[in-house]
């Protein structure tokens, strides 16, 4: 089992930032891939950045590309979303993701096997 426990959301003005992390627990976390989804009311759940198991190769959805950014520490069993540019588009619940394959069947993050609870982040206009 890997728990996994995000933090950092909030209010924020469009053009603005703010870091997401996802804090890991139980299982070796270098073993796996990461990710950040988001889900918006109505909608699907998205990814939108994933990085493999030793943070050497990352991967973004075009519409987060030159805004966000993903990384790990794996010293600290953590993986970080740094977003800035903040639209309200980008207001929606973020979760991080976990899983043992970072590519797999033509799809980033395909085989998700554990998720976060999820954290509230809103851009105001």
């Known amino acids: 089992q890997v728990q996994l426990v995000e933090s950092g959301g909030g209010l924020v003005q469009a053009g603005g930032s703010l870091r997401l992390s996802c804090a890991a627990s139980?299982?070796?976390?270098?073993?796996?891939?990461m990710g950040w989804f988001r889900q918006a009311p109505g909608k699907e759940r998205e990814l939108l950045a994933a990085?493999?198991?030793?943070?050497?190769?990352?991967y973004y959805a075009d519409s987060v590309k030159g805004r966000f950014t993903i990384s790990r520490d794996n010293a600290k069993n953590t993986v970080y979303l740094q977003m800035n540019s903040l639209k309200p588009e980008d207001t929606a619940v973020y979760y991080c993701?976990?899983?043992?394959?970072?590519?797999?069947?033509?799809?980033?993050?395909?085989?998700?096997?554990?998720w976060g609870q999820g954290t509230q982040v809103t851009v105001s206009s």
């Open positions: 993701a976990a899983a043992p394959t970072y590519y797999s069947r033509s799809r980033y993050m395909s085989d998700v096997d554990y």
């Open positions: 990085i493999n198991r030793r943070g050497t190769s990352t």
């Open positions: 139980g299982r070796t976390f270098s073993n796996y891939a």
